[in-house]
């Protein structure tokens, strides 16, 4: 299994960045697939997951800002990230797990990609 991001870069505030996600390896009728960041000496925490029936949940800190989609076609998963603020910095990694249900969890997830950065400038 195979997930790579690419997307990330550095905005400045108010800005958007698209990420995606290209997976590889698997097929699985069930599962989650998700964003989660981590900046600088803090714990990775989950910013948006989608899970095999199409529902999606955001955290509280990027919803109304952020959109998590897929393309099945392409084995892509895309986060549209718009009105950027500093505090959205951090490194970027998406994940998937072969199983419904908690898409939030980090723990929970399998597979990883080796994440992008995210900068966002005031």
């Known amino acids: 299994v195979q997930l790579v991001e690419s997307g990330g870069g550095s905005v400045q505030a108010g800005g958007s960045l698209r990420l995606s996600c290209e997976t590889s390896?698997?097929?699985?009728?069930?599962?989650?697939m998700g964003w989660f960041r981590q900046a600088p000496g803090k714990e990775r925490e989950g910013v948006a997951s989608i899970d095999s029936d199409g529902s999606t949940g955001y955290a509280h800190s990027v919803k109304g800002r952020f959109t998590i989609s897929q393309d099945n076609a392409k084995n892509t998963l895309y986060l549209q990230m718009n009105s950027l603020k500093p505090e959205d910095t951090a490194m970027y990694y998406c994940a998937t797990k072969p199983r419904r249900g908690l898409c939030e969890r980090p723990n929970l997830y399998n597979y990883w990609g080796q994440g992008t950065q995210v900068t966002v400038s005031s």
């Open positions: 390896g698997y097929t699985y009728s069930r599962y989650c």
